[in-house]
């Protein structure tokens, strides 16, 4: 055991400096830009105490939550909401519940990793994403939409719990999964703004 923590101890910077290399510094966002995140509460992201890691984060999204709820539940879409390569194998609708099957390829995790998830449309408005198998311990995600703007925004509460079945360490997996959100909500805004000017 002291050996592990040994070589981990050792491993550390070694591991962090190429993150840092594979990953690259994340884009930056100027007020105004297109697709910029708009955070009315800081992204979080840090490791979580029952294991995993944790991020939070509230946003104002362009479009009334009609538009986000329309973006968030195109299943065979997802991939594209994300800079990290995954592929959708399966969408399965059964009684208002979804099974998503997504194969993701990432840095940090050798070959594909399967993730398995059930979704289901929250009554207040938004989606919850459930683990039900593949190569993770955990995996939690929530969108809560609320109309903001007098309805021509959308106020989302956004939380997100991930643990891969892997022996990398939680930090590690934080940056990363930082710069990862910080791109997949510049796309969803992007997504939601393109539908709104189609919509004028």
């Not at 050996?3 to 510094?25: E, H, I, K, Q, T």
């Not at 105490?49 to 984060?57: C, D, E, H, I, N």
């Not at 059930?118 to 311990?137: A, H, M, N, R, Y």
Request: aromatic share 8%.
């Amino acid at each position: 055991m002291r050996a592990m923590a040994r070589l981990m101890s050792l491993l550390g910077p070694l591991l962090g400096c190429w993150l840092a290399f594979v990953l690259g510094p994340a884009a930056q966002s100027w007020p105004g830009e297109v697709g910029a995140i708009h955070l009315l509460r800081p992204l979080l992201v840090q490791p979580n105490p029952g294991g995993g890691v944790k991020a939070t984060a509230t946003l104002l999204f362009p479009g009334s939550p009609s538009v986000l709820h329309s973006i968030l539940t195109e299943y065979r879409k997802w991939p594209e909401l994300f800079e990290t390569r995954m592929r959708m194998a399966q969408v399965e609708e059964h009684e208002g519940h979804v099974l998503t099957d997504v194969y993701i390829s990432h840095a940090l995790l050798p070959g594909e990793q399967r993730l398995l998830c059930e979704s289901q449309v929250l009554p207040g408005g938004g989606l919850v994403t459930d683990l039900k198998g593949g190569d993770f311990k955990q995996y939690h995600r929530e969108w809560r939409l609320q109309a903001a703007g007098e309805g021509t925004q959308t106020r989302a509460e956004f939380e997100l719990l991930v643990e891969p079945k892997t022996m990398i360490p939680d930090w590690l997996i934080a940056v990363a999964m930082e710069r990862e959100l910080t791109v997949h909500f510049r796309l969803v805004r992007q997504r939601a703004l393109d539908r709104v000017t189609q919509e004028r």
